[in-house]
């Protein structure tokens, strides 16, 4: 069965260092999502990305916060500068619309 | 804007004791309702949805049953196992009323004793 693949499984980075975590969404699915998930706290909407371009971004996705699709495969979450705040676990997903989306693993980023 | 309720826990049960995980939800469309779950260590699976009124999701003897009225998502099993030991993510997707993102309820800790 098709699944979303995220690498690396655990990051430590340092305050201020810029980080990027990697995604391979199910392959025919049209629309990818990055949600995080701080200890012992809900899971919450970061970004939305269809058809190439953002397409709903919450509160918590600000400018230091990016995304892109470089090639027909990977999706990606860039932290430019990461806060002590930053520590997550941090979820890509995907769907073929919007109703039912699947989740990958997670990537927890801890910084120091 | 769009928000899930859940019961907090843990939860306690024995082994083959019955569920129920309540789940009420407010939303500006017409919201497909979702339950997720996740093991220790693992990501989220989705378990069941139900995507208008009336609809009941089921999955591994876990069932759903989209309540329009009451604006509610219960989930409930028959007879619960050790291995259903989780957390419990209800959600909600509200495309049609402009959100494209999960909104996720706080999750409740299943403990299922022997």
């Known amino acids: 069965e098709p699944e979303v693949t995220q690498t690396p499984s655990h990051q430590v980075t340092q305050m201020g260092q810029e980080v990027i975590l990697r995604c391979v969404p199910i392959?025919?699915?049209?629309?990818f999502y990055w949600y995080r998930q701080i200890l012992g706290q809900k899971v919450e909407f970061l970004v939305s990305f269809y058809n190439n371009e953002i397409s709903e971004k919450s509160e918590i996705f600000d400018d230091q916060f990016s995304v892109e699709r470089p090639d027909g495969s990977n999706f990606t979450l860039k932290i430019r500068s990461t806060k002590l705040e930053d520590s997550a676990m941090y979820f890509c997903?995907?769907?073929?619309?919007?109703?039912?989306?699947?989740f990958g693993p997670g990537t927890r980023l801890t910084v120091t | 804007g769009d928000s899930v309720t859940q019961m907090e826990g843990p939860v306690t049960l024995s082994e083959e004791a019955f569920l129920t995980i309540n789940c009420t939800y407010t939303?500006?469309?017409?919201?497909?309702l979702f339950w997720y779950v996740q093991y220790p260590g693992e990501g989220l699976q989705l378990l069941l949805k139900?995507?208008?009124?009336?609809d009941k999701g089921s999955n591994k003897g876990f069932e759903a049953t989209y309540r329009k009225e009451t604006t509610s998502f219960h989930l409930e099993k028959g007879s619960v196992q050790v291995s259903d030991s989780a957390v419990y993510f209800c959600?909600?997707?509200?495309?049609?009323?402009?959100?494209?993102?999960?909104?996720f309820g706080k999750g409740t800790h299943l403990i299922i004793q022997p």
């Open positions: 139900a995507t208008k009124a009336d």
């Open positions: 959600a909600l997707s509200d495309p049609g009323g402009g959100a494209d993102g999960l909104t």
């Open positions: 997903a995907s769907s073929l619309s919007p109703y039912e989306q699947y």
């Open positions: 392959s025919n699915h049209l629309y």
């Open positions: 939303a500006t469309g017409y919201p497909s």
